[in-house]
């Protein structure tokens, strides 16, 4: 089962053209990995994927129950001391810092009950966003 398609990808900006015609297919359970010389148009594919930016032409098909995150380039510093899982739960930043809110709300609620609510709500919320499972998408 393809769990991404992209097909006839282009982008144009006026008479450049930075992708032209791309297509592929991912199956269930691929590891890919894209290489080439810097301004080949990596990152920008990577973002039409994500949908952060719109194709000139051509389409991406991305299954409903299928989720796609992109963790964005940055300086090398921005990893030192940093492990690869560290650095892939950091592209889950809203729910690190929801579940550190829940940890401390937890710890309030012996001494304020009324806090409760929130916390029941919180904790909702967080595993609608896919709380419980961004640890194991890391992995």
Do not use: W
Request: aromatic fraction near 8%; include cysteine.
């Amino acid at each position: 089962m393809s769990i991404l398609v992209c097909d006839g990808i282009s982008l144009s900006y006026g008479t450049n053209d930075i992708l032209k015609d791309v297509s592929f297919s991912i199956n269930e359970g691929v590891k890919l990995g894209v290489i080439g010389i810097n301004g080949a148009g990596k990152s920008t594919l990577a973002n039409i994927i994500t949908g952060k930016i719109a194709p000139t032409s051509g389409f991406v098909y991305i299954p409903g129950n299928t989720g796609v995150g992109m963790l964005d380039q940055r300086n090398e510093d921005d990893f030192k001391g940093k492990t690869v899982f560290g650095c892939a739960v950091s592209s889950f930043a809203e729910l690190v810092r929801t579940e550190e809110r829940l940890e401390n709300l937890l710890s309030r609620i012996p001494d304020n009950p009324s806090l409760a609510a929130e916390y029941e709500r919180l904790r909702h919320d967080f595993e609608l966003k896919g709380g419980n499972e961004y640890k194991t998408k890391a992995k």
